[in-house]
């Protein structure tokens, strides 16, 4: 049974940081792509960042230099370190996981592994 549980959502001022964690259990975390998606008031799920089994990154264009993915592998867990915020990041994240992750924007929570979101609000 796949499980993704994602915290450290919260409100926070323009400019301040949150730190964003997810356990995983249920799958080979280690030899799975992991990534953080948003759902913002538009409702459609665009990735922000990504981490390949393989150890190679990728930022959505808008987050580069502000946001950064990690993982630890002895962990099964995915952080995401938000720093310079800006209200546009407003959006419920969502931790995923699958045996390879390409869709820039899926249909929010199909095809991959979803956790169940946590809610960011920058004011």
């Known amino acids: 049974h796949v499980q993704l549980v994602e915290s450290g959502g919260g409100s926070v001022q323009a400019g301040g940081s949150l730190r964003l964690s997810c356990t995983a259990s249920?799958?080979?975390?280690?030899?799975?792509?992991v990534a953080w998606y948003r759902q913002g008031a538009g409702n459609e799920c665009s990735l922000v960042a990504r981490?390949?089994?393989?150890?190679?990154?990728w930022y959505r264009n808008t987050v580069e230099g502000r946001f950064t993915i990690s993982r630890d592998n002895a962990k099964n867990t995915l952080y995401l370190q938000m720093n310079s915020l800006k209200p546009e990041d407003t959006a419920v994240y969502y931790c995923?996981?699958?045996?390879?992750?390409?869709?820039?924007?899926?249909?929010?929570?199909?095809?991959?592994?979803w956790g169940q979101g946590t809610q960011v609000t920058v004011s």
């Open positions: 995923v996981a699958a045996d390879a992750i390409i869709l820039l924007s899926p249909t929010c929570r199909s095809k991959y592994y």
């Open positions: 249920g799958f080979d975390f280690s030899d799975s792509d």
């Open positions: 981490f390949t089994s393989g150890g190679r990154t």
